[in-house]
């Protein structure tokens, strides 16, 4: 996985500032004015400024720092669970499942649509076909009854709350998946759904493998 590098530059202002004191004294003749301290307005000034700029340039950089190369939007990534052996995440035949094999979407592009929130687009193989170049995004499914939820492929629609996902880093390098506190999950009866975890431990989490840049529209 290739690394991204954040630099930034900022330039320092260094100002100084002498006060003087000036004391009057009674002299026959002259303008007794009292004491008073110079206060360098101007140059406090400056300093105020070169501080405050300073202060922007770190706080962008360290919010660009935050987000990985993975969900920059412009790259493409396969995603596996952590705990699998040999299997990957694959969008087959509209829904999000796992496989041992290359079927289905493997290919997903997390988009960022605000500073926490994601769309995931899903792409297949590219072919001469022109709608393998188009992708459908991640969207919570919800079957009713007690079936649980469970994420469907869906045209891409960033305003839509159900296609809008967290994809939060852990302690060891893998990422929580979750819509509105609804956890992706593995369930060795339902496969991957979602599902809120109350009291119970998180006990699935994903690697985002880099696989190269991003179709040339999601960039």
Known sequence: MSKLKWAAGAAVLACTSAAMAYAATGTAGAATTGSGTGTAAAPA?????????????KAKAAKAAKRPPVLSGKR??????????????????????????DSGRQLFVPTPVSRTEYIIKAYGKATNDP?????????????????????????????????????????????????????????????????????????????????????????
């Open 131 to 219: 709608a393998s170049l188009e992708p459908s995004c991640w969207q919570v499914s919800r079957p009713g009854g007690s079936d649980p939820l469970r994420v469907e492929a869906a045209a891409c629609d960033k305003s839509n709350a159900r296609q809008r996902f967290h994809i939060t880093a852990q302690a060891d390098k893998t990422y929580a998946i979750d819509s509105g506190s609804a956890y992706l999950q593995y369930s060795p009866t339902r496969g991957l759904i979602l599902e809120e975890l109350g009291d119970a431990p998180l006990l699935s989490t994903f690697r985002l493998v880099d696989n190269g840049p991003a179709p040339r529209g999601n960039r």
């Open 45 to 57: 000034a400056h300093s105020k400024v070169a501080t405050q700029n300073k202060a922007a340039v």
């Open 76 to 101: 493409q990534v396969t995603i596996v669970r952590a705990q699998a052996f040999e299997s990957a995440v694959s969008m087959v035949s509209g829904e999000l499942t796992e496989v041992d094999d």
